[in-house]
């Protein structure tokens, strides 16, 4: 009888911690939102895209990819047990002098705009920055 006990108490001890860290995840963030919109949000530059069309921001048109290689790469690092592939990279040199425009608000903000098209055979697409800083106050 006592060993039952035991068991019943260890099981609602573990659902009772299950339950606890279920709820401490949910209410939990790792960003800490300000509820502010974006300067590219704002009434100045939405009537200046008014006057702008979307068209004439740069748009860059990435690489369509190989996927029949890629599928052929895939089965063979199965047969070497090796890690699912999540996605394929490819190195871009976009940065703020060579790409997009820059858009000079009434206010004296400036506010840089780029828009990417994704390869036509592309499943989704990530962005990744080597160099991202945002100044504190902007």
């Given at each position: 009888?006592?060993?039952?006990?035991?068991?019943?108490?260890?099981?609602?001890?573990a659902s009772g911690l299950s339950l606890l860290l279920f709820l401490i995840n949910n209410y939990s963030n790792a960003q800490i939102s300000t509820h502010e919109n974006p300067t590219s949000f704002?009434?100045?530059?939405?009537s200046k895209e008014k006057m702008l069309s979307?068209?004439?921001i740069q748009l860059i048109q990435l690489q369509d990819i190989d996927s029949a290689k890629l599928a052929k790469e895939d089965l063979e690092r199965d047969k070497m047990n090796l890690p699912f592939r999540f996605g394929f990279t490819f190195p871009v040199n976009i940065n703020l002098s060579n790409a997009?425009?820059?858009?000079n608000l009434t206010n004296g903000t400036r506010v840089w705009r780029l828009r990417i098209?994704?390869?036509t055979n592309a499943r989704?697409?990530?962005?990744?920055?080597?160099k991202?800083?945002?100044?504190?106050g902007t």
């Open positions: 009888m006592k060993k039952s006990r035991l068991l019943f108490l260890k099981f609602r001890f704002s009434p100045l530059i939405q979307q068209n004439k997009g425009n820059w858009d098209r994704t390869a989704a697409t990530g962005l990744i920055y080597n991202f800083y945002i100044p504190k």
